[in-house]
């Protein structure tokens, strides 16, 4: 029976089920039986987090051992994946994620989807990882293309197991987000041409075609549809989301997501016909294994399960021990104490959210000051260095620095480039990192630049208009006003920062992911002169800068240091009859901008003659317009220029009579006389 014929009844077996599943002593006695159901448990998000800190106070940590163990447990279980499990940590970059991919299929994985980060090692390194994995990557979205046409699918979109007599039906679903937090360039020839595409649309209906046939498609050999898909949750991923998808396709049963590393432990979502499907994730880092379970009415519901649930779960020996021999191996060739700090850096605030894709942190500063000394300290003409958010992965860090803790912070293996650049390219650069940050901070974006030696304001107020590709990648600066302004550059020489010119050339810092591979989507640099390429890997270029403080104590990180400013300000709006071509444009503004002067009930009207009183007027809003005490001049009570002619008169300045009638229009030697006066 697919799918529960009452809702009432369904949420009353969902409560019935999460109670049952309570876990108590033994493997098999703590996760029940699957007498009732089937079982689907699902990870998502994992970025080799393979120890998740056991050992350190948290003797409840996850691991892969402990979810083979967990898998073993039941009679009929399913084991799946949503992606970004061969990058994260050491123990992922150091084999390119042979070793994880060893774990996965010892702990028996039934299916995994590819990530984003399953691309972080290219295209022969991603297809690698699929051919060393024992179980299938399933994607209904992952194509191979020529010419600007999508061809046939690169993988298979679904797979349809048979568990307990029930047909299910695993659907695979890949972000197009991969296009921007991968590397595109890895999806295109050695000519720049696409060879594989991810489909997605500006819309997001390419994406969701491409979901619904593999969906009609799988649902006429299985009993139950269960998306298992890399989407995420957030507004950035937007119009790409899961909930999107399950609300503009129809035939799914549930979601299994991953992404944005959220925790939904079980959210009801309505398709596009209005029926029910569980949408479920994790979070991320096995912190969690979830488990969903599919009654025999169709009712399905989900848990998630973390360390302290599932304390009593013995880890399968043979996978701890693939997991052990690693750890050992990682942890000495890279445990090499080089430095210390005392302070704290850290990217993330007390809800977990990733501050360093959004503002200003202290790795965040950490990080683009190594890139700058790298090639500061060979003698390069440095002037900038940018750091994209999404490469800077760590939790806090204190204390010991060693090699890994460098690669705690930079698991990419992205190497060091110096370009000479226009300033006008590092303004659109600034303008494309910053065309998803809120006021809120409610979005995150990977490609939010952190810098050094330059300093920049993003006014969240103000509407991103910054052009991009259905692919996310950008193809032109902001058709209206930019966000990012008062952008300034450290002049090395006499130490202070002097304002961006955007005629002028920079020598611009950073890593090949961002300046040469349009990762973030940053293709603004097309043009670029290469200075030096290639010159450090990512985690070594921190372990360089760690290295060059005196006897290895980082000091100077202990806040950020106010490179980022963010404001939220709406733009101001001049009258329309002001043109920006105009020789007195800039004038006109800085005097509506300063409240010297104001645009009259029709416009600015430049060339209006002045009146008397308007130019008294304009004399007091110079002097900020003081408070005046009492009425001297008679004829001014009551009208809109009192307070200038009477300042003026308490100022010896007023050039009239006892009374002021009317406004009449001043002359050019009554203005002379005036403004000497008032000098």
Known sequence: MKKAAGKLLSLLLSAAMLSALALPASAAEETGTTEDGVVILYTNDVHTYIDNNVGEGNENGLTYSKVAALKDSYDNALLVDAGDHIQGTAYGSMDKGETIIKLMNAAGYDAATLGNHEFDYGMEGCMQAIEWANYPYLSCNFYHEKDGVAGDNVLDSYKVFEVGGVKIAIVGITTPDTFTSSTPSYFQDENGNYIYGIAGGADGSALYAAVQKAVDAASKEADYVIGLGHLGVDPSSKPWTSEEVIANTTGLDAFIDGHSHTTVEMKEVADKNGDTVVLTQTGSYLNAVGQMTIAEDGTITTQLLDGEALAKVTPDADVKAIEDAWLTKVDTDLGQVIGHISDTLDNYDADGNRLVRKQETNTGDFAADALYYLFDNMDMDVDVAIMNGGGIRNEAITGDISYKTCKEIHTFGNVACLQTVTGQQILDALEWGAKDATADGSVEN??????????????????????????????????????????????????????????????????????????????????????????????????????????????????????????NEPAKEYPTDLAEDAWYYEAAVYALDKEIMKG????????????????????????????????????????WYSDCINWAASQGLYLGGDSFSGDSVITRSAIARLFANYA
């Open 600 to 639: 009259t009930n029709v416009g600015f009207e430049p060339e209006s003659k002045v009146t008397t009183a308007s130019v008294y007027q304009l004399l007091y809003n110079m002097e900020g317009r003081p408070a005046v005490e009492k009425v001297t001049v008679s004829g001014t009570e009551g009208q």
């Open 446 to 567: 990977g490609g939010f630049l952190q810098v050094s030696g330059l300093k920049y304001t993003i006014n969240t107020a103000i509407p991103s208009t910054v052009q991009k590709d259905d692919k996310g990648v950008w193809t032109g600066s902001p058709t209206g006003a930019y966000r990012v302004t008062d952008v300034q550059v450290l002049n090395n020489e006499t130490g202070v920062y002097e304002p961006l010119d955007l005629n002028a050339k920079y020598n611009l810092a950073g890593y090949n992911y961002t300046l040469r591979d349009l990762g973030d989507g940053f293709a603004m640099f097309d043009g670029a002169v290469n200075v030096l390429d290639y010159v450090m890997e990512d985690y070594m270029v921190l372990a360089n800068y760690v290295q060059s403080f005196k006897d290895g104590e980082v000091t100077g990180y202990a806040q950020p240091a106010g490179r980022i400013t963010l404001i």
